[in-house]
């Protein structure tokens, strides 16, 4: 899918609560605070900072829907396991990611992202277990992989699987936002997903 034109239409979390009822495939992006999400969609809609992005976790308290191409939204999640965040969020947290799981008719995919240097805890373990519990099969992305070195990043990998469970295949994919390595491949992904199928440079 080339890149035409995003469009941040729905913010939920603050001002409303009602999950937006779009009439497009949605594909969300789950993880702990701090992972990598709003860093991951920027790199797939090809801007520097559209989801704002910070070094603090804790950024994005709100479920941001990006619309892309007037044809696909990318759902930017609040992340998890900070514990620094006001205790109204905290509260909010758990039933509005449950209710948007359970509730939004046209959710194709949840992207769960896993930091390459860090074993899955309890709260990543939890996020895993709803995304299968409301009837979807998890798509991971292992981020920030430019912090390990090349050589170090099977172990990575394999240690994610073990800790999570996974036996066989799964969608598993690596990404860097610094050198945008996977980005494509994520891309390709979320295509085929969607049906927004072709090479980047067939349409425009
Ligand atoms: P919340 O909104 O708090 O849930 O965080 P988030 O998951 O959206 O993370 P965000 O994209 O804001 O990134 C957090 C920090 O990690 C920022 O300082 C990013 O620049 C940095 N970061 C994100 N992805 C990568 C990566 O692939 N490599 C490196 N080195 N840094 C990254
Ligand atoms: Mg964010």
């Given at each position: 899918m080339k890149i035409k034109n995003v469009v941040l239409e729905h913010v939920v979390g603050?001002?409303?609560?009602?999950?937006?009822?779009?009439a497009s495939p949605e594909i969300a992006f789950a993880g702990r605070?701090?992972?990598g999400k709003s860093s991951l969609i920027n790199a797939l809609i090809q801007?520097?900072?559209?989801a704002r992005t910070s070094s603090?976790?804790?950024?994005?308290?709100t479920m941001n829907f990006y619309k892309v191409n007037d044809a696909v939204y990318f759902v930017d999640l609040p992340g998890y396991g900070?514990?620094?965040?006001g205790t109204d969020f905290r509260k909010s947290w758990g039933p509005m990611i449950e209710r948007y799981l359970n509730g939004?008719?046209?959710?194709?995919t949840i992207f769960l992202l896993l930091d390459a240097r860090r074993t899955p805890n309890t709260d990543d373990l939890q996020m895993y277990e709803w995304i299968t519990a409301a009837g979807f099969e998890p798509v991971i992305v292992v981020t920030?992989?430019?912090?390990?070195k090349r050589s170090q990043i099977p172990k990575a990998l394999k240690e994610i699987r073990n800790t999570l469970g996974i036996t066989g295949e799964a969608r598993l994919y690596t990404f860097s936002a610094?050198?945008?390595?996977g980005r494509d491949e994520i891309m390709e992904e979320i295509d085929e997903i969607t049906g927004q199928g072709g090479r980047e440079d067939d349409k425009d």
């Open positions: 603050v001002t409303t609560k009602e999950l937006p009822g779009t605070s701090n992972v801007r520097k900072s559209f603090s976790p804790g950024k994005t308290q900070y514990a620094d965040v939004s008719d046209n959710l194709k920030k992989t430019d912090k390990l610094i050198s945008k390595a």
